[in-house]
């Protein structure tokens, strides 16, 4: 399969700032390594991370540890995701702890050629099926994800270039658990009409990431989201299929699917990011979940 697009923009080496080193952090961390970028990953607990990516230890919500930045920082990409589901850390994180790091970076008087702000589609209410793209309305079901527009509306006010990338549902090594309910016997089908769903493989979130970074002219907003938005249903059949386990009929325990109380139903269009010039390592799930299956990734 092949690798994204690089863009000619994009001469190493920048000097990039991950806050929020995790799990999409590394991967993008160690792909910008690979670029010949020099990359410092933020986080407040020691972790292994990616060879060449050197670790910064400290916590968005306390301004004081933000004052030692490492100088001339040409990309920042902010990844921290909230550790709690409640008001208070979603604002922590996604507010106050984006404006704490604005701050610093002002602070020292930095000039990032670019600082991407790593949102979530949660921020789209609807759930009807409709396509959503950069243009649709962003009224979210859920309270918690106006935090994440406050984030975004932040960095459109910053003094930086400024690109927010709203990402749907992540998955890839380490995150399978829909492979984990079809082989224990847990996993239920919905039935009735498709309620569509929508994701990204983890390398693709890194690498789509790393493709905006360093993008000459990149715009102030895009959806991160495979090609395929299919329903719950459509994937836990082809996993079923793949790994050679009959499904229950729809119907039974299905009140324990995830998907009823979530309120998801809606199809995110990639149609912006593609024109951009990125080529989606997993374009649909059955790239990435075969890949899984297989147990081997893309080719770096
Ligand atoms: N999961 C999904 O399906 C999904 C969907 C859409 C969007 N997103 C977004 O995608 C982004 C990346 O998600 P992910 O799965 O990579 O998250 P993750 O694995 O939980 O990583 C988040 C990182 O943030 C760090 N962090 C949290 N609070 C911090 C603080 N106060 N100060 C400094 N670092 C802090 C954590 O490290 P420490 O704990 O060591 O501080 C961790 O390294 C997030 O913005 C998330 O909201 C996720």
């Given at each position: 399969?092949?690798e994204?697009q690089?863009d ?18 590394a ?13 410092w990953g ?5 972790a292994?991370l ?5 670790l910064?230890?400290?916590?968005l ?7 030692d ?8 990409i ?30 020292r ?5 670019r600082?991407?702000?790593v949102?979530s589609?949660s921020?789209?209410g ?17 309270a ?10 932040l ?32 996993a ?16 693709d ?6 493709h ?9 907003l895009?959806l ?6 299919a329903?719950q249903?459509?994937?836990l ?20 699917d995830?998907?009823h ?6 199809r995110c269009?990639n ?25 081997h990734?893309?080719p770096?």
């Amino acid at each position: 399969m092949a690798e994204p697009q690089t863009d000619p923009f994009a001469r190493p080496p920048w000097r990039v700032l991950i806050a929020g080193c995790g799990y999409v952090g590394a991967e993008l961390g160690r792909r910008l390594v690979a670029a010949g970028h020099q990359v410092w990953g933020l986080r407040r607990r020691p972790a292994a991370l990616p060879a060449g990516v050197a670790l910064l230890q400290a916590d968005l919500a306390q301004p004081a540890t933000l004052r030692d930045l490492p100088p001339r920082l040409d990309g920042v990409i902010y990844a921290a995701a909230a550790d709690r589901g409640d008001d208070d850390a979603y604002a922590a994180i996604y507010h106050h702890g984006l404006a704490h790091l604005l701050d610093a970076l002002v602070a020292r008087g930095q000039r990032p050629r670019r600082v991407i702000f790593v949102s979530s589609t949660s921020v789209y209410g609807q759930a009807h099926g409709e396509w959503v793209d950069e243009s649709s309305p962003a009224e979210p079901e859920r309270a918690l994800s106006r935090h994440l527009l406050a984030g975004e509306t932040l960095l459109a006010q910053s003094p930086f270039p400024g690109t927010a990338v709203r990402l749907s549902g992540i998955y890839g090594p380490g995150r399978t658990r829909l492979i984990e309910q079809v082989r224990n016997g847990h996993a239920r089908l919905q039935g009735g009409p498709p309620a569509f769903t929508n994701r990204i493989h983890r390398d693709d979130c890194a690498g789509l990431l790393a493709h905006l970074l360093t993008l000459g002219g990149a715009q102030a907003l895009y959806l991160g989201s495979d090609s395929d938005p299919a329903s719950q249903d459509e994937v836990l059949r082809w996993l079923a299929a793949q790994l050679g386990i009959t499904l229950p009929p729809p119907g039974e325990a299905a009140a324990t699917d995830a998907r009823h109380h979530s309120g998801q139903n809606k199809r995110c269009s990639n149609r912006r990011l593609l024109a951009s010039g990125y080529r989606l390592i997993y374009p649909t799930f059955r790239e990435g979940y075969g890949a899984l299956l297989q147990g081997h990734d893309a080719p770096q």
